[in-house]
């Protein structure tokens, strides 16, 4: 692994044994794996333009990570008076996105306010509160928001909805369940086009960790909409990814991804008295069980290492 300083064109090697750690971490979890970290803020000598890359320009699936783009929309409508956050909204169960959390999971219409739509989308992945908003926004925004921050590697073609009927349509299947249950199957090989970056929603490691830096940099929004989006983001109830790699002490915030066989995490980690870090993490698993913990634990362990990698002082210049 190299930690490159962008400002110099020059590279500084960390030691071999770090790149072979994280490598080894990913062949151990049977997974194919992409990471891109860089330190949020700080100009000093020992954070400024440093990065650490494996693959971190190759196309991946995005999964649910794209609901963070979506967030960030969100966040920009309302700052432009186009959306009111409080304003209450039906998602009656005939227009619901199938899922296992959030209303998603629900029978009965479900009645909140755009805000609570997105703590939901976010905190739980809750597809229903994802396409709600999404469709309430449009992607002309959503692409808006990847034009005026830069992520030129990054496109999103729909969301949730869109990617479960091109499931049922590579699966052969006539509802959500049986889907799943065939693409879980090893024994049963499934051309599933969710499953390229040249089909689906598609995007790189380091433009979720330039995503994730202006957002936290206050670029992305306003600050009480920014502040917004970070505490949702830390508020995500899912430990057993990055959250799994790093001790108490540090606060990770961040946002998985998970379809078939692809299994993903962007986030923040920030230790007292440090420049925070974000880093993306990307994996494809070699078996598409429904649960693979090997492959959601290599996501923390690989994270935990380009992190420490980049911790430094806040106060380092």
């Known amino acids: 692994m190299r930690i490159t300083d962008t400002g110099t064109g020059t590279d500084r090697d960390t030691g071999t044994d770090t790149e072979a750690a994280v490598r080894e971490i990913f062949r151990d979890a049977g997974v194919r794996g992409w990471l891109h970290a860089r330190p949020v803020g700080g100009d000093g000598p020992r954070s400024a333009g440093r990065e650490v890359c494996v693959g971190a320009d190759v196309p ?18 309302v700052d432009a008076g186009e959306l009111d956050p409080r304003q209450p909204v039906t998602v009656r169960p005939g227009r619901r996105t199938p899922g296992s959390t959030g209303i998603s999971a629900l029978a009965d219409p479900v009645t909140m306010s755009w805000r609570d739509l997105v703590t939901s989308m976010i905190t739980v992945s809750d597809n229903a509160a994802a396409d709600a908003v999404l469709e309430r926004l449009g992607l002309d925004s959503v692409d808006a928001v990847l034009r005026d921050l830069g992520l030129t590697a990054t496109r999103i073609r729909g969301g949730d909805a869109e990617v479960q009927r091109t499931m049922l349509a590579d699966t052969g299947t006539d509802d959500v369940a049986a889907a799943f249950s065939v693409l879980a199957d090893n024994d049963v090989p499934v051309a599933f086009r969710e499953l390229s970056p040249a089909f689906g929603s598609a ?50 915030a961040g946002k998985t991804g998970t379809i078939g066989a692809v299994r993903n995490e962007i986030g923040v980690v920030s230790y007292p008295g440090e420049h925070p870090v974000a880093v993306a993490v990307f994996t494809h698993a070699a ?7 090997r492959a959601d634990a290599a996501i923390g362990a690989a994270a935990r290492q380009a992190v420490n990698a980049l911790r430094a002082p806040a106060l380092d210049e």
Do not use: I, N
């Open 203 to 252: 995007t790189t490691p380091r433009d979720m960790t330039r995503l994730l830096t202006r957002l936290w940099q206050g670029e992305a929004a306003s600050r009480g909409q920014s502040d917004f989006a970070r505490r949702l983001l830390t508020a995500q109830l899912w430990p057993h990814r990055l959250r799994s790699g790093f001790p108490d002490a540090a606060v990770v």
């Open 287 to 293: 078996r598409t069980d429904v649960t693979v913990p």
């Open 60 to 77: 991946v699936v995005m999964a649910s990570v794209y609901k963070v783009v979506v967030l960030v929309a969100f966040c920009r409508a």
